[in-house]
T-cell receptor, first 111, second 117 residues
């Protein structure tokens, strides 16, 4: 079915630590995944994407890992900063381009 | 600002009233999407346009909801006879079909928060 879900609703980390946000998906035919960041009062903002023919993709301070065997992906944020506090969603494009979002993980960074 | 623009940012209405929201996509983006987001949840797809053609509507989009994109640029989402259950954030996103990347990243506006009393 159309389902992209997240393991944890909240995550609290200390400033400077690394953060790991997880996401499980159900459609084994999915070939593309996207991570969005949503700050309070704003719309989702694209962070990074990954195709199913990749296991890992790195951006600036962010890395996405994809494990197709267990249908799991994760977003790693290095040296987490207060500005990283937000809700993070994984999303999956379906035919036509509509995005199916998971519930989201709220990341809170403690100074 | 060349991002996706939504108006109004907030709308408070009484049950039974009609409301209309506007979305101005990024210039030249030919795809425009509407989503609804309730507190603590991810955005849920409502409908999308390619240019002026409405190509898909979610079953979430009841008969009280209608969306238009008459000239293939801005879009409006109207809710008739609003109900308290319509209270949510309504998000608009646009993307550029074509280009070198076959997967089109969607860029979101800040949303219109609707409160139905």
């Amino acid at each position: 079915g159309e389902s992209v879900g997240l393991h944890l609703p909240t995550l609290s980390v200390q400033e400077g630590d690394n953060s790991i946000i997880n996401c499980a998906y159900s459609n084994s035919a999915s070939d593309y995944f996207i991570w969005y960041k949503q700050e309070s009062g704003k719309g989702p903002q694209f962070i990074i994407d990954i195709r199913s023919n990749m296991d890992k993709r790195q951006g600036q301070r962010v890395t996405v890992l994809l494990n197709k065997t267990v249908k799991h992906l994760s977003l790693q944020i290095a040296a987490t900063q207060p500005g990283d506090s937000a809700v993070y969603f994984c999303a999956e494009p379906y035919p036509g381009g509509k995005l199916i979002f998971g519930q989201g993980t709220e990341l809170s960074v403690k100074p | 600002d060349t991002g996706v623009s939504q108006d109004p940012r907030h709308k408070i209405t009484k049950r039974g009233q009609n409301v209309t929201f506007r979305c101005d996509p990024i210039s030249e983006h030919n795809r425009l999407y509407w989503y609804r987001q309730t507190l603590g949840q991810g955005p849920e797809f409502l409908t999308y346009f390619q240019n002026e053609a409405q190509l898909e509507k979610s079953r979430l989009l009841s008969d009280r909801f209608s969306a238009e994109r008459p000239k293939g640029s801005f879009s409006t989402l109207e809710i008739q006879r609003t109900e308290q259950g319509d209270s949510a954030m309504y998000l608009c996103a646009s993307s550029d079909l074509g280009g070198t990347n076959p997967i089109q990243i969607q860029y979101f506006g800040a949303g219109t928060r609707l409160s139905v009393l």
